[in-house]
């Protein structure tokens, strides 16, 4: 069975500092991934998504940029977060872009 | 465009009541339609889709939701509420270009 794991699980970071999320996914290959940021008491909002290595699509614009240096591995950066970075960030996968999305268990940052 | 309504922000129910989670959508067309739970802290968990079949969609952990076309809606309901319903949920839907748009969120509250 596909599993998806995120890491870290919660990250306290000061405004300026850099930001690196992983996500990776096991039990299935080439499968579609995203990135969503969920703030407080908010639906969520679809940061980025990619259907294959190094293939990377922005739907806004951000202090984030998003990187799939391998098939199943889906990182997030900043070079200098900003307190409006804050909030739950949750990856998800699907097999195709037209079928359900799985989500994993979340990073949730504080910038302060 | 593709949207989706949740008409409620929170609901609350007593244990062993029904619950009742309102969702309306905007579509052009016949869409992919989903519930996600989100309990504290954690990632979404789907519950259940339309995908045009059966308008009425059974999900996990005894919810089911009703696909009615000439009302836009896709509530959500359960017969007997449990303590462990209480949660975030998040009616979904997809649009032309396979993307997911969230609705706001309803908290279930389950009264002992």
């Known amino acids: 069975s596909q599993t998806i794991h995120q890491w870290p699980a919660t990250l306290v970071q000061p405004v300026g500092s850099p930001l690196s999320l992983e996500c990776t996914v096991e039990g299935t290959s080439n499968p579609n991934l995203y990135w969503y940021r969920q703030a407080a008491g908010r639906g969520l909002q679809l940061l980025f998504y990619?259907?294959?290595?190094?293939?990377i699509s922005s739907e806004v614009p951000q202090n984030l940029s998003a990187s799939r240096p391998q098939d199943r591995q889906f990182i997030l950066s900043s070079k200098k977060l900003l307190l409006s970075d804050s909030g739950f960030y949750l990856c998800?996968?699907?097999?195709?872009?037209?079928?359900?999305?799985?989500f994993g268990p979340g990073t949730r940052l504080l910038v302060l | 465009a593709q949207s989706v309504t949740q008409l409620d922000s929170h609901v609350s129910v007593s244990e062993g009541t029904p619950v009742l989670l309102r969702c309306n959508y905007s579509s052009s067309y016949s869409p992919s339609l989903f519930w996600y739970v989100q309990h504290p802290n954690k990632g979404l968990q789907l519950l259940l889709k339309?995908?045009?079949?059966?308008?009425l969609v059974k999900g996990i952990n005894g919810f089911e939701a009703e696909f009615k076309k000439s009302e836009t809606s896709f509530h959500l309901t359960k017969p007997s509420a449990h303590m462990s319903d209480a949660a975030e949920y998040f009616c979904?839907?997809?649009?032309?270009?396979?993307?997911?748009?969230f609705g706001s969120g309803t908290r279930l509250l389950v009264r002992p």
């Open positions: 979904v839907v997809m649009d032309s270009s396979y993307k997911l748009i």
């Open positions: 990619s259907v294959g290595i190094g293939q």
């Open positions: 339309y995908t045009s079949a059966a308008t």
């Open positions: 998800a996968w699907s097999v195709y872009s037209q079928e359900t999305q799985y």
